[in-house]
């Protein structure tokens, strides 16, 4: 099927590229935690609002590395009774599982949208540093369209396995 290799090589170039982000994410939270521990060990003065940006950083970092880590196959997964069943039924269960990974993250993207522009109308900021927090939950929105993608690219190779036959 030239359009699923496609489908999955466009997966592919999103998920890669918006990694990059995710990488920077953990790079900042590196930064200002090696910046504020030696700032306030070695000066006695901490970085303002640190343990704010570490935690958004954190934000950033997991959501846009989430695509890439199911396309690996890093993420968690738990396969102990599946091997146990016959083939047509493992092809059945492996259909209901992607249909609810891209379901869950579909309403993932909905709801955090929602979320996000809750969060822009109340003007909400972080405890500290008074940084807006809607960004941060419209990038993680952002983030799971890729994750969608790929659930439905696995959804499509599962149906057109069990259709083979």
Excluded at 7 to 18: D, G, L, P, R
Excluded at 33 to 44: E, M, R, S, Y
Aim: glycine share 4%.
């Amino acid at each position: 099927m030239p359009a699923l290799e496609k489908f999955e090589k466009f997966n592919h170039h999103i998920s890669f590229a918006i990694e990059w982000v995710g990488l920077i994410g953990f790079l900042v939270m590196m930064l200002i935690t090696t910046v504020d521990v030696i700032g306030a060990k070695a000066f006695l003065h901490p970085v303002f609002g640190a343990l704010d940006i570490v935690m958004q950083a954190q934000l950033i970092a997991i959501s846009f590395a989430a695509a890439t880590t199911l396309i690996v196959g890093r993420h968690v997964a738990v396969e102990f009774f599946i091997p146990l069943l016959p083939k047509p039924l493992q092809k059945i269960v492996d259909i209901f599982v992607n249909l609810l990974g891209f379901a869950l993250f579909l309403i993932l993207v909905w709801r955090l949208t929602l979320y996000a522009y809750s969060l822009q109308i109340q003007n909400e900021l972080t405890s500290t540093a008074r940084i807006p927090l809607y960004p941060f939950a419209y990038g993680v929105a952002f983030a799971c369209i890729p994750v969608c993608l790929v659930y439905l690219y696995h959804l499509l190779t599962s149906i057109s396995r069990l259709v083979k036959r």
